[in-house]
């Protein structure tokens, strides 16, 4: 196979000869298989990991080392129901494992599936939309402004593209390539449009010599939230590790048999480690994802979910978000000599149908609909320039009967720059583009331009009315602790209609008031004395020459002034102003894609988590420097490969819902987090005081062993349990999260000692007590979840779910029935005491929700809010971890 860089040695047309492919027609669909065949997916090879090596991997590391340690020395001392028990164990330990990873990797293939980039390609004659690893050498494929290149080309057709190359290359500024030159795959097109012919794919691009490593970086990219919890995991495992080393030694000193003692010891530190949690966050993680994409909101990070939750400022474009982007033409104004016909016409010259751009479709359907007979078919298009928003029209050179001219549609501002009018006209212009901006209508002119001349024909109000569920989901989101900013590129007098309709009633502003309020003071004061000065040393120029000067004297003083040459107080006092100026302003207008970006920056610097909608390439930098970012449904290749989070509807609606099911994704590994550090803290001190100060094991390798297996079955369901929505974005709270764990592990470890010393002066065997606490700690223990999964009283809405109920319920009665006839495992205790214990269990369920409850009210105390804000106490336990 020819490599893409020899394809530079020959023009177009050699290559179009040389992979057979007609530029007219494109590929058959026949044709396409064939070489599908041939050349195989346009799709990079994963090295996916072979089914026996996930298998192996159960049974090789730390945790699989200690319980077949353990196995061995219960073979060798002879104890063969212990041996069969922790092969059991082993075995039960590697499926979940295997299960939950499998799970988790299907949600991700699931998410990729749904993330599968599309391209346009033409086959038998007519463009159409394919997923691009359907791509094979010899297509013509259609490249606009926001795609991502899906394969190695050769440009065709066209004025020129922008090339970001920065992926392949590391080049920062874009590259310009005209017809014949090569643009290669993954790299983005950042202006303009152009056919192109596909010369290689998959395997055989240029990009797959470079990979990139940022897939596999988001992949094993770990939030905040996981951060601290694998933190708090390790330090429960040192915690085990040195109280099981003084179980060790207290065994020593008191001669007992060392095989008994290791395999007592390797047996609780495998039971007490949380060696699960980070499996069960993914787990629920991966669970989560694919409730949300049930939402449609596709999540391309995991992690993401955890900001999402987090997130308390919504910055959300206009349209398609907070509308409905169904433009519909209203009235057009049509000025003197010309007609609405010829004015409708040219507007369908300066556009493309294929492009389905939403401005475009409205004025080709209000055309069709009011002027059926117009002839537009008989016009051709023999150049077009596409929208883009820095030059803000479409430009399209025309030729009919010999006969050549321009058409121009675009911004209002821009079309009259061109047309070079007068003060008056500009003036007349102005005036029915605010009317009609204050009624909400968003205005495009129309121009045609021959030679040198631009005749403005008329003006097009289009209007795209708020969707039906915007103001309400505003609402609700503020409800929810989010607060809404409207940020679009149209006029002022529009954001500010629309923001109306939709409730948004705070301040609103331009863009270009938050760029030049850091440094307006410097640029007025600049433009007044250079004015000043060059009056007096020049008392006979005109008014037009003095203001000619002065933008000069600006723009030189703009291009060398730098803030760093502040005091950091000035620039800092100066900054928080901005920053207070955009956290009170709710609509934000005639915003620049850079602007989005200082926006963000800005909001973050207040400690504000925030997301941002965007649909364009431009839009790229705000996404990825937004906490989230979130293409909307109708965005470019370039923004969904940017943001977090792609929606795959319309409106406002997801992201809300989206938001919601996040933070009680976020709520589920907060409770499970508590839980499990509440029930290692509950076991390993239990188990150490009882040993070293009592000379008593409270429970034998057996029973911890059969307790572990059956602690394994119900987090599986965590992922499915009812949580509530909070009504405030929710974060990472470290110091709460602790206390409440360990003030229930110590009433945890404070109720079996209380059962210990009733079984004790009731004159209880030694093995009788021991089957007893056995049974005790398998009923608590999977109570102790219905404490931590809600921050109320156990019995408030939401209730837990059917599954998570069923798994925890059944799990205590098999350990229940284990103990009532003990199977040759243990001493049987008899219906009579189970009942008992059940009894006990549950009044000590009781009693700590009450210390639960007790606690969260003091930490949400103003005493307990400045003991969590404080660096003392419980931060020295932080330290540890």
């Known amino acids: 196979m020819k490599k893409?860089?020899?394809?530079?040695?020959?023009?177009?047309?050699?290559?179009?000869k040389e992979l057979g492919a007609d530029p007219q027609q494109g590929l058959s669909d026949a044709e396409a298989q064939k070489r599908l065949q041939q050349y195989g997916p346009n799709a990079i090879d994963e090295k996916v990991e072979p089914l026996w090596h996930r298998i192996f991997r159960r049974f090789w590391g730390p945790i699989p080392w200690m319980i077949e340690v353990a196995a061995i020395l219960s073979a060798v001392v002879r104890k063969w129901e212990d041996f069969i028990i922790i092969v059991i164990m082993l075995l039960v330990n590697a499926f979940l494992d295997f299960y939950q990873e499998g799970r988790a990797l299907n949600a991700l293939n699931a998410l990729k599936q749904k993330l599968a980039q599309q391209a346009i390609v033409l086959r038998d004659?007519?463009?159409k939309t394919i997923p691009a690893k359907e791509l094979v050498p010899g297509d013509?494929?259609?490249?606009?402004?926001g795609d991502i290149i899906?394969?190695?080309?050769?440009?065709l057709?066209?004025?020129y593209i922008l090339v970001d190359q920065s992926a392949l290359t590391g080049e920062s500024l874009p590259v310009s390539k005209r017809r014949g030159e090569l643009a290669y795959s993954n790299t983005i097109v950042k202006q303009g449009e152009m056919t192109a012919v596909v010369v290689n794919t998959g395997m055989n691009t240029n990009f797959t010599q470079v990979v990139s490593l940022v897939a596999k970086a988001q992949q094993e990219e770990t939030s905040h939230f996981q951060k601290m919890v694998i933190k708090v995991g390790d330090y429960l495992i040192m915690l085990t590790i040195v109280l099981v080393l003084i179980i060790l030694l207290a065994g020593f000193f008191r001669q007992q048999d060392f095989l008994e003692l290791a395999r007592y010891a390797l047996v609780l530190t495998v039971a007490a480690i949380p060696v699960a949690m980070p499996a069960v966050l993914s787990v629920v993680m991966a669970v989560g994802a694919l409730n949300l994409a049930k939402k449609q909101a596709i999540v391309s990070r995991l992690v993401a979910i955890e900001e999402l939750a987090g997130v308390d400022v919504l910055c959300s474009d206009k349209t398609g978000t907070l509308t409905q982007n169904k433009l519909e033409v209203i009235d057009p104004t049509v000025f003197s000599g010309h007609t609405e016909q010829e004015l409708l016409l040219?507007?369908?010259?300066?556009?493309k149908l294929e492009n389905q751009d939403p401005i475009e479709l409205a004025i080709f359907h209000y055309m069709t609909e009011k002027h059926p007979d117009t002839k537009w078919k008989e016009y051709h298009q023999t150049h077009f320039t596409p929208f883009d928003p820095v030059h803000k029209r479409t430009e399209a050179e025309i030729e009919k009967d010999g006969k050549r001219f321009v058409v121009i549609k675009g911004a209002p501002q821009v079309v009259m720059e061109m047309a070079q009018l007068s003060d008056d006209e500009r003036g007349k212009i102005e005036k029915i583009v605010d009317l009609l901006a204050g009624n909400g209508y968003r205005t495009i002119a129309v121009a045609r331009k021959d030679g040198d001349k631009v005749d403005i024909i008329g003006l097009i109000p289009l209007l795209d009315p708020p969707r039906p569920d915007s103001k309400a989901v505003i609402e609700d989101l503020r409800q929810h602790g989010v607060s809404v900013k409207m940020?679009?590129?149209d006029n002022i007098a529009i954001a500010r209609e629309i923001g109306r309709t939709l409730g948004l009633t705070g301040p609103s502003m331009r863009a270009k008031e938050l760029r030049s309020s850091q440094d307006e003071g410097l640029i007025l004061l600049t433009s007044i004395v250079a004015k000043a000065l060059f009056e007096k040393f020049n008392p006979q120029a005109d008014e037009a020459t003095v203001e000619k000067f002065a933008r000069d004297v600006v723009q030189k003083v703009e291009a060398e002034f730098d803030t760093s040459d502040l005091s950091k107080g000035m620039v800092s006092a100066h900054e928080s102003d901005i920053i207070a100026k955009i956290e009170q302003t709710d609509i934000f207008a005639e915003v620049a894609p850079e602007d989005k970006f200082l926006i963000v920056r800005s909001l973050q610097k207040s400690n504000h988590i925030v997301a941002m909608t965007g649909d364009g390439v431009n839009d790229a930098p705000a996404l990825k420097k937004a906490d989230c970012g979130i293409a909307v449904s109708n965005a470019t290749d370039a923004a969904r490969s940017a943001a977090d989070i792609i929606l795959t509807s319309p409106g406002l609606g997801v992201i809300n819902d989206a938001t919601k099911l996040a933070r009680t994704i976020f709520e589920r590994m907060r409770s499970y987090t508590i839980f499990r550090v509440a029930e290692t803290l509950r076991v390993i001190f239990f188990m150490t005081l009882s040993i070293v100060v009592f000379n008593f094991y409270p429970v034998t390798a057996l029973m911890i062993i059969i307790l572990a297996l059956l602690n394994d079955i119900p987090i599986m369901t965590i992922a499915y349990d009812n949580t509530k929505v909070d009504k405030k974005p929710v974060r990472w709270n470290m110091r709460e999260m602790l206390t409440i764990s360990t003030v229930l592990g110590i009433a945890g470890v404070i109720s079996s000692f209380l059962l210990f010393f009733i079984l004790e002066q009731r004159n209880f065997s030694e093995a009788m007590i021991q089957s007893l606490m056995f049974a005790k700690l398998v009923i608590a223990g999977h109570g102790t979840i219905y404490n931590t999964r809600i921050d109320d009283w156990f019995w408030k809405k939401p209730y837990p779910s059917w599954t998570l109920f069923g798994a925890t319920f059944s799990t205590r009665v098999i350990g229940t029935i284990?103990?009532?006839y003990g199977f040759s495992l243990m001493t049987p205790i008899g219906w009579k005491l189970a009942l008992l214990i059940w009894a006990y269990a549950l009044s000590w369920f009781v009693f700590n929700d009450v210390v639960k409850m007790a606690a969260y009210r003091w930490l949400r105390s103003s005493r307990g809010k400045a003991y969590l804000a404080s660096k003392t106490t419980i931060g020295a336990l932080e330290k540890l971890v």
Request: proline residues 2%; hydrophobic residues 45%; negative net charge.
């Open 150 to 155: 899906p394969a190695d080309v050769q440009l």
């Open 487 to 489: 940020i679009t590129g």
């Open 346 to 351: 040219m507007g369908v010259l300066a556009s």
């Open 818 to 820: 284990i103990a009532v």
């Open 157 to 159: 057709d066209g004025d």
């Open 125 to 127: 004659g007519a463009f």
């Open 140 to 145: 013509i494929v259609k490249l606009k402004i």
């Open 4 to 16: 893409t860089d020899e394809f530079k040695k020959q023009k177009i047309d050699e290559t179009l």
